[in-house]
Every structure is written in structure tokens, then in C-alpha cells.
């Protein structure tokens, strides 16, 4: 993964992604775990952020445990005071003393996040070993087509609403790495602060992510269009994917 992500900007996360419909995306998954009849209990959110669905699973009376190696948005999570045991962690480092959980989730692209496939396959397959024989993982993924057409390239310069930012995106079609300049301005004491992060996404295949799940020990039962219960097509911009734990 690259330098300078989630650092500055997590303290301001929140107000960011204010518009995001996270009952929307928690209500699909709720439809994909009804569509297979699984009924999970305790849930893993992997690369959860600043907690936004961990706390709303957990509203709901879902055991929630959340991960991010981003130790400022996990500061930003813990300060929720909620019932979710939150900890910094890399997915590909994680260890949580044998914990097992029925469902695993990462949601919001976080798996783009990680370029190097070695350190994404190892991630994988570290969730398949946190998970119960019979349990499904849930993920979503930005497609090729998404960052190759600069779906990243996004600017908000409203004069009355913070953070400001302006976003431009650079994608490599042979190494299908995105790079993503992001400059934000935001509002702390009532005086306009700037900064800078640059994030780095790569575009994940179909293939390499099947080969992935199943040397973790998983069945892909499905891949869908994003918010639909149908499979994906060349254009579309984000990909479900749901798979099982093979059951020993």
C-alpha cells in the first residue's frame, strides 16, 4: 500500500462521506445473506474505516468486530464508545487469537487498496482462517473499467460545505495500478486548512480474485453487478463478490 492515505483526512472521514446511503449498502448485504438463507451472528468488517457499518451492524444485533491498518481512522472508530471491539491491524497480518466469525466483510473498494497480490492473497486467505466452516465472505472491488475510465475523478468546491476537494486519477493499463491525487481542504477552528494524500488502487480480475478465494479454502457461489442481483458485464464499476468457507 502506499504513504499518506486515510492519515490527514481522517479526522474529517465523516463529514466526507456524508452522503454515502451506508443503510442502503447494509440492507443489500442483508439481501445477498438472505439470498444464500445464512443467518450470521458475529461479524468480521475487514478494512472497516472509521466503523460507519460496524456500527450500524451492530445496531442491529450483530457481534461486530472491526479491523483497518490505519491506526487515525480506527482512533476516529474507537471514540464512537460503541459495542464494537475495534483494532488496527493489516488484513494480511491479521491475528485475532483464533477468534472465528460466520461472516467477513469488506466493503467500499478496501481490497483495491492493497496492489501487491502476494500481500492480497495472504489477506484472504488470513480472513478464511478467522472464519467458521460454512461462513461467507462478502466484498466489493472498483473493476478495471472503473479506474482505467476515471470513475475516481470527483471535485467538491461548494463555498458553504467541508471538506473541499478536488480529485484527478492516473491509471497504468499495464501494471492496472491507479494512482489518485486528492487535495482537500477542510475547516478546524474556523480556519481553512490544506493537505494532500495520494491513493493507490489496482485493479483486481475476476480471475486472479477466484484463484485467490479458492487457495484460501472458499467456494465463489456468486459475483454481482454492484446494488443488483445480477452478474456483472463489461462496464460495470464495482463487483460483489460472495463466497463460502468450504466446510472441512
Not at 472491526?66 to 471491539?85: F, H, P, R, T, Y
Not at 481542504?185 to 480474485?209: A, C, M, Y
Request: proline share 2%; charged share 30%; glycine share 6%.
Amino acid at each position: 500500500m502506499a504513504d499518506s492515505q486515510f492519515e490527514e483526512i481522517a479526522d474529517h472521514y465523516d463529514a466526507l462521506m456524508s452522503g454515502v446511503p451506508y443503510k442502503l449498502w447494509v440492507k443489500y448485504i442483508e439481501g445477498l445473506l438472505k439470498r444464500y438463507d445464512f443467518k450470521p451472528e458475529t461479524v468480521l468488517d475487514v478494512a472497516c474505516g472509521t466503523g460507519n457499518v460496524s456500527e450500524l451492524l451492530a445496531s442491529m444485533g450483530y457481534d461486530v468486530v472491526g479491523i483497518d491498518i490505519a491506526a487515525d481512522m480506527i482512533k476516529v472508530a474507537k471514540a464512537k464508545n460503541s459495542k464494537v471491539e475495534y483494532h488496527t491491524q493489516d488484513v494480511a497480518e491479521l491475528d485475532l487469537d483464533g477468534r472465528k466469525f460466520d461472516l467477513a466483510i469488506s466493503l467500499f473498494d478496501s481490497l483495491n487498496y492493497i496492489t501487491d497480490l502476494a500481500q492480497l492473497a495472504e489477506g484472504i486467505r488470513r480472513v478464511g482462517e478467522h472464519m467458521v466452516d460454512g461462513g461467507m465472505f462478502i466484498f466489493d472491488v472498483n473493476t478495471e473499467y472503473a479506474l482505467a475510465h476515471h470513475f475516481f475523478d470527483q471535485a467538491n468546491i461548494s463555498p458553504d460545505r467541508y471538506p473541499k476537494y478536488i480529485w484527478n486519477s492516473e491509471y497504468d493499463y499495464s501494471t492496472r495500478i491507479c494512482r489518485i491525487n486528492m487535495t482537500f481542504e477542510v475547516l478546524e477552528n474556523n480556519e481553512k486548512r490544506q493537505f494532500k494524500e495520494v491513493h493507490v488502487q489496482r485493479g483486481h480480475s475476476i480471475t486472479e480474485l477466484t484463484m485467490m478465494l479458492i487457495d484460501a479454502g472458499f467456494e465463489l457461489l456468486d459475483t454481482f453487478h454492484a446494488y443488483k442481483f445480477r452478474r456483472p458485464n463489461r462496464r460495470s464499476d464495482r463487483i460483489f463478490y460472495v463466497a463460502r468457507k468450504v466446510k472441512k
